[in-house]
C-alpha cells in the first residue's frame, strides 16, 4: 500500500507540474493573467504531492516496510529512530526524493516572493524552467530512480544504512543543508533562462537573483563545515 501510495503522489505532481507549465506558457503566450495565475496556482498541489511522497517514505523506514526495495537495502531493525529517519538520505533514491521536495519549496518562495509580478514575462518564464526542473525529477523518481520499487518478497529485515551514516547526529543536517544550496541555484538559472528569452539580459535579472545566490552558497558553505565536522 505505501509503494502505492507514493508512486501515486509522485505521478499526482508530476502532472500537476506540466499543467502549471502548459498554463503558464500559454499565459505568457497570449498574455493572459487567468493563465498565469493557475499556473501559479499549480505549484500547491505540486508541493504538496512532493511533502506526501517523502511522508510515505519515512513511514515505510519507520515501520521497516521491507516489501518497499529502498527500505530492504538502507533499513534494519536494529537501526536507531534517528538514523532510520535519516535513511531517506541514506541512498540515491530517496536522495533525489528529498532533493525533490527541497525544489518544489523553494518553488514556493518564488511564487511567495513574486506573487505581485507574475505578469512580468520574465518572472513567468522562471517559474515555468522552476516547474520544467521539477518535471524531470518527478519522471526520474517515477521511472529510473522510482524509491518505491516493489523489493524482493519475503524480507525481513534488511543491512542498515552505511555505517559512515551512523557515526555522527550531524548526519541529520548536513545533507539536507548542501542540498537546500545546490538546489538553491536553481532560481537564478531559472531567471537567467527567463531573461534569455525575454531578451532582459542586462543586470535586472542579476539583482533579482542576488539573494538567492548568496543563500544558496551560504548554505554550501556551511554545510562543508558541518561536513568535515
Known amino acids: 500500500m505505501k509503494s502505492a501510495l507514493g508512486i501515486l503522489a509522485i505521478a499526482i505532481g508530476a502532472g500537476a507540474a506540466i499543467i502549471a507549465i502548459t498554463s503558464l506558457l500559454l499565459g505568457l ?13 499549480g505549484i500547491t498541489v505540486v508541493v504538496i504531492a512532493s511533502i506526501a511522497a517523502v511522508a510515505v517514505m519515512e513511514w515505510a523506514l519507520v515501520t521497516h516496510d521491507f516489501s518497499i526495495r529502498y527500505v530492504a537495502e538502507n533499513n534494519a531493525r536494529s537501526t536507531p529512530l534517528l538514523f532510520t529517519i535519516t535513511g531517506l538520505w541514506a ?112 543586470e535586472g535579472w542579476l539583482l533579482e537573483t542576488r539573494r538567492w545566490a548568496l543563500l544558496s552558497w551560504g548554505l554550501l558553505t556551511f554545510g562543508i563545515i558541518l561536513g568535515s565536522w
Open 29 to 41: 503566450r497570449r498574455g493572459d493573467d487567468r493563465l498565469l495565475a493557475a499556473g501559479r496556482r
Open 91 to 202: 541512498a540515491l533514491e530517496g536522495s533525489i526524493l528529498l532533493w525533490l521536495l527541497v525544489l518544489t519549496l523553494l518553488t514556493v518562495g518564488v511564487v511567495v516572493k513574486y506573487r505581485d509580478r507574475l505578469g512580468d514575462p520574465m518572472v513567468g518564464w522562471a517559474l515555468a524552467v522552476l516547474f520544467a526542473v521539477g518535471v524531470f525529477f518527478f519522471v526520474l523518481t517515477l521511472g529510473p530512480a522510482n524509491p518505491f520499487a516493489a523489493g524482493s518478497p519475503g524480507v525481513l529485515d534488511g543491512p542498515g544504512p552505511n555505517p559512515l551514516l551512523q557515526n555522527h547526529i550531524l548526519v541529520m543536517f548536513h545533507p539536507p543543508v548542501l542540498y537546500i544550496g545546490y538546489v538553491g541555484f536553481t532560481v537564478p538559472f531559472a531567471f537567467a533562462i527567463g531573461a534569455l528569452v525575454t531578451g532582459r539580459v542586462g
